[in-house]
């Protein structure tokens, strides 16, 4: 245990007399607590865990990582500062980030953190009294929220204390306070929400879906933010003179503080401090009284599958053949392409996995082309239709820059939690192993590729009419081309067959930068030739034979190539 | 004799869906329960109960004559429970995992020491007891579990499937544990899948079914009662409805192709 665990347990039982009076074990509670706090020092935090591939080194410090990262997230939200012509524009801004960022954290945390399902095992059957084990979650819960919230909220206090003066940075503690409580506040209801309209079970997968969305507004923001900030209207955005603000709880407490600190009293700036202090407490006795006991309960029941027998399902009279069934059929021939195609189109549909590192992927593509409108300057649907040179580039770009997604995902499709179960492929009488890993890429490319395709070809054809057909052919065949050649060069896995590691070896990634430059390259050519309608459809025929080749090379794949994940 | 656990008219349900029906047992100093029954039966709830991890249910259960309804914290004390699963906090060492199951159970941190240290290195752990367990092999699991669950030297020990993912050496170290446990007074209730071990290690036999007990005693009296068969034989004989010969007739059919 490091220096800042040691510190913030040293701070939990401060209180130990009280603890006692309570009836609380106090031997049990540090003990509790030491083991917790050691296992959040050796976990991957939420905050990281769509980013970063797992490591085999041991993690041993990552209470530090995450308060960095916090603090880094702090310094982000001091752009807020920069929106509106006024203190509490900016004010209200940081409060909104500082919210949605914090929510969007805790909300992970709280199932892999805070409440762990093993401790009905470990901890109930112990000699311990109910008092104690609560007492332990509650503190806990209470420095996991400290050490995002503290780390978090320094620069802001310090850049409040350096521009308007001390008072007034000390007085910014009390708000985000009261902004934590009502995001805890606010993480209740969530939860409460999710345990409503679904079962404990897809639980995790929801809020899977939520560590995805947050993912990609954050990259959104990322990217939209900073050039929104050059346009003059967001400097002049002044949110005290639209009555809607009122609604927001960040607004009240914007208010709250600059009267406090300025020490000016209106009747409304002082209904603003009142509420922004009486709400925030009223949501958390609301947590306390309500939501916290029924929130227990249910969560006791996340992944507590294993508890009592299994309610036989209810046997829904099988669909004959869904659409995948009817695209697997169509798409592929050989019963083991199929087999690799209905597999890798249902695994990655239901993988938590492959789903947090490859639909994040999907937002992100789908920001930059956004991103690239916005950032063109004159940049307006007439310049367009032209069929000009801004056309030209944005059909390029943006069917070559999809093949960052289709490369992700192909690449991603051979990691998997479950990958032991990959031995199914050795012990079934497959000739070539080819035709499973050709089928897997085809569902991908069906699945992922496709319908982004028909996103930007729709579009491009409105503006581009006709013209611009063969050219979109050309590129969706050379980036089908690249994807075999990818697959072809790289690709010595059974899909969802290998345990996702950190140590890849350096070749593949250097391979992989060689096929994004040919990307590049094949990218330049096209767009060099955009013009020329003749040749664009011959090198299109080519491109779709060549493609042709290469799959019929990727199926004879022989056993002897395939690489295995080495089980010590 | 005074009997040690008692369970005494324990019915359970969840809702509307009954999962204990009128359980009556008294298990005495000494004994090794075997604990059988279909999946379902109501096998790990009776666990729960005992180990006070639920305590809504009617009856009385009473353990060394406390009541583990009110005066839980004094029957935890005197139960070691071996959960199945490997249900542990993998990314702590055994040391760790060991010190702090200690502590819960308020043990003397010397003492503790001394034991880990010679449990593990009875299992032949002692060179993992620093290494974290998630790399762990799920008999190496195993072992520290029921390391964890002897450690405080408990007057009765619950075992629910505690041979699975051990070798074959471990099995038979299990075994003659729980025989030597029994020997020096300790009451073993054992939760077991596995037949022929529950055959051999128990010298009383308690198979519930569908939330009731349908058979008690030991394996001589059950063999008098059903027939001179196997333990096996005698719980398919009690449980299942149909023959299970059919189904493993029909099952080998199912393969016959049509064409």
Known sequence: MNIINKAFLKLALLPSPVYDRMGVDKRALTAILHIKLTMDDRRVSGLQQAQRRKSDKEVSSATIITMIVS?????????????????????????????????????????????????????????????????????????????????????????????????????????????????????????????????????????????????????????????????????????TTYTWSAAMPMYWMAVGWQSLTSLTFTIESVIFLFASIVVPLLCVWVVVKFLAPSFNNKLALINSSADGPATPVKLKKHKRSGIAEKLGTVLTKGNAETAGFLFAWRMSGRSRDFKLKVYPSIGYM??????????????????????????????????YLMSLLLVTAISQMVYSEKYKAAWIFYVAPVAYPGEVIL????????????????????????????????????????QLLIAALLVYI??????????????????????????????????????????????VCVVAVLSLIATWLISGSIAKTSWTKIKAEQDA | MEPIISIRNLSKSYGTKTVLQDINVEIYPGQVIGYIGPNGAGKSTTVKILCGLLTDYQGTVTVNGLDVKTQTLDVKRQIGYI???????????????????????????????????????????ESNVHQRMDTFSKGMRQKVLIASGLLHNPGIIILDEPLSGLDANSVIIMKELISRLAKDGKTIFYCSHMMDVVEKVSDRIVLINGGRIIADGSFEELKQQQGDKSLEQIFASLTAPESLSAAADELAKAMESRS
């Open chain 1, 71 to 239: 603090a880094v997230l702090g310094l982000l939200y001091l752009m807020a500062f920069y929106i509106g012509s006024n203190i509490v524009t900016g004010l209200t801004f940081y409060f909104f980030m500082f919210f949605f960022m914090l929510s969007a954290t805790l909300i992970s945390d709280f199932t892999s953190v805070l409440i762990d399902v093993r401790d009905t095992f470990i901890i109930l059957p112990k000699p311990v009294n109910d008092r104690t084990v609560l007492l332990a979650r509650l503190l806990h819960i209470f420095i996991h929220i400290c050490k995002l919230v503290l780390p978090m909220a320094l620069p802001g206090v310090i850049y409040m204390g350096v521009k308007y003066g001390i008072v007034s940075g000390i007085w910014m503690i009390p708000m985000i306070l009261l902004l934590t409580l009502l995001a805890i506040f606010f993480i209740n209801a969530v939860y409460i929400v999710i345990l409503r309209i679904t079962t404990p079970q897809k639980f995790q997968n929801v809020i899977s879906y939520f560590q995805i969305v947050f993912a990609i507004v954050i990259y959104a923001s990322y990217q939209i933010l900073p050039r929104m900030m050059e346009t003059k209207g967001l400097l002049e955005f002044d949110l």
């Open chain 1, 366 to 399: 789908l920001v930059l082309v956004v991103a690239m409108f916005i950032r063109s300057k004159d940049f307006s649907l007439a310049t367009l239709a032209d069929n000009g040179k801004e056309f030209r580039i944005f059909m390029i770009v943006g069917i």
């Open chain 1, 439 to 478: 089928g897997a890429v085809k569902a991908i490319v069906v699945k992922f590729y496709i319908p982004i395709i028909v996103m930007i070809a729709i579009p491009g054809l409105m503006i581009g009419g006709w013209q611009a057909l063969p050219n979109l052919l050309l590129g969706l065949f050379n």
């Open chain 1, 490 to 535: 790289n690709f010595r896995n059974l899909p969802f067959s290998r345990k996702q590691n950190a140590n890849l070896n350096g070749g593949s990634f250097i391979r992989n930068i060689g096929i994004m430059l040919v990307s590049v390259f094949i990218a330049m050519l096209h767009y060099a030739a955009y013009e020329i309608t003749v040749v």
């Open chain 2, 83 to 125: 959960p199945e699963l490997a249900e542990l906090y993998d990314v702590l060492t055994p040391n760790e995992y060991l010190q702090f199951t200690a502590t819960l159970y308020n043990l003397d941190r010397e003492v503790a020491t001394e034991r880990i240290g010679k449990i593990m290195a009875a299992f032949g752990l």
